[in-house]
Structure formats: C-alpha cells, structure tokens
C-alpha cells in the first residue's frame, strides 16, 4: 500500500482554494476510483491521466488506484486538476519525490499523449496560491505570460507531463517567463473622432469623470452608438490593483490572448438587446463563464436597443 500526494487550486468565481490531491495504490482489482465530489469533466480524467502517463514513458500501476480530492466538500470542477492527479499517482509509485512536490502548485488539462493545455482561470489560481503562502507553481507553457503576472512565486511552464516529471526528479528545467514587457498600448477611438455633438459630449464627460450611468435616446443614426463605443476612450487606463481584478474575471471567461494577458484598459462590453438573462449576469452550475455584467467591471456595459432601458 503505498500513498503519494500532491497539491492544485479550485477556482470558485474569482477565488480560489488550494486542493489537496491524493493517490492511494493499494490491493484489489485493477481500477480508478475519484472521491471528493468531483463533477463529469473531473471523473473523466481517470481515462486522460491513466493514458497521458503511459503515453508519457511511465508505467501505470496495476493494483487498485484511489484518488482523493480534499477539502471533501468543496465540489470540484474542470480539468484543471489533471496534471496534480497524474503526479500524485507517480509519487505514489515512487517515480516522483515529494521535494519538489510539496513545494508546488501543479495547474493543467492533460492530453492523452500527455500534452499539458492550458485551462481558465489561471490567473484567480495563482493568486491564490501565493496568498496562501506557496512558493512554486507550474502551469501549461501557453498560459506562463498570464501566471507571470502575479509577483512574489515562482513560475514555471511544462510543454508536456514528461517534462514536467523530469523537473521534479531534478533531471532538467522547465521553462520560465521572460520579463514582463507591456505590449503596446491599443490606439482607443475617442471624442476627437466626433464632430457636433456638443451636450452629448459633455454628457459623455460627466458621466466618465463622475462614474454615472447614463442614457442617450434619440431617433437611429444620430449617433448613440457611436458616442458610446468612445466613451472608453476617455477613461483612464486601469490601475494595477484594478487591472489584476478585471484581468482575473477574463480569466476565468476565457477572454484573454497570449500576447496581451493584463487587461490594462477598461473593458467595453455591448451584448446582443436579444441576450438571455444567464448571458447577462452568468451564474449556473460548475465554473460558468461571467455574464456580461462581470466582464464590463470596471469598463462600460452598453445595452444597445435594450428593452431593461425603456
């Protein structure tokens, strides 16, 4: 009987709680067994893991496999989960040692030729990692720019589940992150694109100096729609703290480039007058995206032709 541990991040909204994994190899007939309340994508990945390590040049224990999510009671979603499970088996087998391990928050979807892909809400999950004072997080090689963002942990990227093996056998490094370079800001239209429009204008002014709500009625074509989608233009770039805060909800919706993680400017949000409900303020089961309402945080949330404004 043999016991092997490792460690990853639950994300809940924008929040995030460490997860402790555990791998028990014990007597019995071949088979994975997941507790912890996990959902669907989660109990799937007995099959991705179990093939991502035998794809990966490791050997698949042929006993009974008990994996174990903890704190029991917090539900667990997503595939985020994938490259803990995998690793707390091999230190179960005593492929992996627990020196690197315990130190590390371990973040990534695996795919069955062992592949690591990146998952939402990368960003929420190392900050809660560093809050909750770990020193050492590794994370899909495409989503190291957004993880770099937090200060004060270490990051890693692993390509792959071997790789990542390799690293914590002290047999090879994994990548890092260069140092942060802000991309060049994005040419944002504003008012000096609009000619007349004077008390429009000035409303437009008001209400970005002021953080009022605004409404701009009129017959179509004078051009609501148009001062609206300026009015971004003449706010202020986001400070870090709120950059963080706006970032970490994209994050989690699965808004974000790699050439751009850090949402510096204030989002402009404009959904469909034909949206649902559920679109607008999101919420469901599992890790639903953000409605609109959420994305335009900090930013302006444009209801065009909108029935809620009449």
């Known amino acids: 009987m043999a ?6 991040v639950a994300v809940s909204g924008i929040d995030g709680q460490v997860v402790e994994i555990e791998a028990d190899i014990g007597g019995g007939l071949p088979g994975v067994k997941m507790v912890g309340l996990p959902d669907t994508a989660l109990q799937e990945s007995r099959d991705r ?34 490259a803990g499970l995998a690793c707390a088996v091999l230190n179960a087998a005593n492929v992996v040692p627990l020196d690197l391990l315990e130190k590390t928050i371990l973040l990534g979807e695996l795919a069955l030729d062992g592949r690591l892909r ?9 900050l809660a990692a560093k809050n909750h004072g770990w020193q050492k997080v590794v994370v899909p090689t495409a989503a190291m720019s957004e993880a770099a963002l937090v200060e004060d942990i270490d990051v890693h990227g692993a390509d792959n589940l071997a790789d ?47 953080a009022h709500h605004l409404m701009l009625t ?34 989690v919706a699965g808004a974000l480039s790699a050439d751009r993680p850090l949402v510096t400017e204030p989002p402009f949000v404009a959904p469909h007058h034909t949206a649902t409900v559920s679109s607008l303020i999101g919420g469901g089961t599992g890790m639903a995206k953000p409605g609109a309402v959420s994305r335009a945080h900090r930013g302006i949330l444009f209801l065009d032709e909108s029935e809620t404004c009449e």
């Open 3 to 8: 016991l092997g541990r490792a460690w990853s």
């Open 49 to 82: 893991v179990r093939a991502a390590v035998a794809n990966s040049g490791a050997r698949w224990p042929d006993s009974k496999v008990v994996l174990a999510l903890s704190p029991a009671t917090l539900p667990k979603v997503g595939s985020v989960y994938d």
């Open 118 to 126: 990146p998952v939402r809400g990368v960003l929420p999950a190392v």
């Open 164 to 210: 990542l093996v390799r690293w914590l056998q002290g047999d090879g490094p994994l990548d890092r992150p260069d140092g942060h370079r802000s991309p060049p800001r994005p040419v944002r239209s504003d008012l000096s694109e609009v000619v007349g429009q004077h008390e429009a204008r000035r409303a437009l002014e008001v209400a970005a100096a002021g």
């Open 218 to 251: 009129g017959p179509p074509g004078v051009g609501k729609t148009m001062l609206a989608q300026r009015l971004p233009g003449i706010l202020p770039e986001l400070s870090e703290a709120h950059a963080l805060e706006v970032t970490a909800i994209h994050s």
